[in-house]
Each structure stands twice: as C-alpha cells, then as structure tokens.
T-cell receptor, first 114, second 112 residues
Framework: DQQVKQNSPSLSVQEGRISILNCDYT??????FLWYKKYPAEGPTFLIS?????DKNEDGRFTVFLNKSAKHLSLHIVPSQPGDSAVYFC?????????????FGKGTLLTVNP | KAGVTQTPRYLIKTRGQQVTLSCSPI?????VSWYQQTPGQGLQFLFE???????NKGNFPGRFSGRQFSNSRSEMNVSTLELGDSALYLC???????????FGQGTRLTVV
C-alpha cells in the first residue's frame, strides 16, 4: 500500500512558465514533508521541506504548499528553467521531523522545454 | 565539507553471491540510512543506523543487513543475491535533530 503517491509520472512545461508537482499521502502520522530532485545516475538532492504546522514554505523559485486536511502537498517552480528537468520525489517522515525513515513517492519526471 | 561518499559506484555480481557496499557520511553526521531504488518500486527504505545501532528497519528480507562503525561509516551486505536485487542503492546521512537527509551518488548493483 503506497502511503505517498505522486500520480503524475511525467510533466512537461515551457521555460518561464510555472511547474506544479503534486503529492498525496495517506498516513496521518506523517508530519514533515520534503521534496528531492534527482538526475540520472546521481543521488537525490534536497530541495525544500515543510512542517505540518505550516501551509507554505518558500525558497527562491521553489514553493511548497501543504493542505493537511486533504493530505495533499504541491511543489511550485516559478519560473521553470531547462536545468530543472529531472525526477522530483516527494517524501514524508513521521512525527518529530525524523528524517531517519523517509517514505518516498515514485517520482514525477519534469521536462522543461526551451 | 565533503558529501556522502558511496563505494563502489558500480558493481556486477552473479546470482547466489554476496556483496558489501560502503557509505561514508558527512563529517559529524551520526545517522546513516540506506534505500533501494528500482524502476518499479521507487525509493524504498532499508534500514537506519545511529551510533552503531540499528534503529529502524524497512520491509526487506533478512538477506539484507548492515552495520555502522564507531566513525559513523556504514556498510550494507546482501547475501545470496537474486536477480531482483539489481538496483541503485543509496545511502543518506543526517545530523541529530536535522530535518534534511543528504544522499550519496549511490551504488548501481547489477545481478546477472
């Protein structure tokens, strides 16, 4: 049973536009959420995170929104750049913000076209 | 500050053999976690070590084991390799109380 779901395997956007990547979770024990970016043959790179006590966190071009009642989070990238093309993973950790056992979604391949 | 280092980067083994993978965490990080990435299952948690003790374990068979040394370096071992063990094995380190896990580049294991 997948506790973290990324329902869109792929997303294609034009350079300069907004990219919106979505993630849903089922386990109400999750209270810390992270987004990672991964290029082929490399390990995931941490992008941005959000605690369940917040509904929004922003870092430069990246903003993560959390809707706890809907058990849904999204990552917005504005403006999108070709270098953003990668697989994006949503991850969740249990109460206490422990990153010791992350549960990952299966990823969304983002392609930003010049 | 050096990142998480995993060795070797690539490995080819035969079914039935065993393999040991190594991970050196970021200096000062005492927690090391291991993940398996396959195309069908995505990233799955294997286990986590902190101060030489296994604190968390994922849903993998006993053929998968690990250990952590006093300098926080960690190894994972897979015995009696199966074709389905072919995957990218990722190690992540974190410091106590930190909410971010930093990943190494992974070891690509191919079982033939």
């Amino acid at each position: 049973d997948q506790q973290v779901k990324q329902n869109s395997p792929s997303l294609s956007v034009q350079e300069g536009r907004i990219s919106i990547l979505n993630c849903d979770y089922t386990n109400s024990m999750f209270d810390y959420f992270l987004w990672y970016k991964k290029y082929p043959a490399e390990g995931p790179t941490f992008l941005i995170s959000i605690s369940s006590i917040k509904d929004k966190n922003e870092d430069g071009r990246f903003t993560v929104f959390l809707n706890k009642s809907a058990k849904h989070l999204s990552l917005h990238i504005v403006p999108s750049q070709p270098g953003d093309s990668a697989v994006y993973f949503c991850a969740a950790s249990p109460a206490g913000g422990s990153n010791y056992k992350l549960t990952f979604g299966k990823g969304t391949l983002l392609t930003v076209n010049p | 500050k050096a990142g998480v280092t995993q060795t070797p980067r690539y490995l080819i083994k035969t079914r039935g053999q065993q393999v040991t993978l190594s991970c050196s965490p970021i200096s000062g990080h005492r927690s090391v976690s291991w993940y398996q990435q396959t195309p069908g299952q995505g990233l799955q948690f294997l286990f986590e070590y902190f101060s030489e003790t296994q604190r968390n374990k994922g849903n993998f068979p006993g053929r998968f084991s690990g250990r952590q040394f006093s300098n926080s370096r960690s190894e994972m071992n897979v015995s009696t390799l199966e074709l389905g063990d072919s995957a990218l094995y990722l190690c992540a380190s974190s410091s106590y109380g930190n909410t971010e896990a930093f990943f190494g580049q992974g070891t690509r294991l191919t079982v033939v």
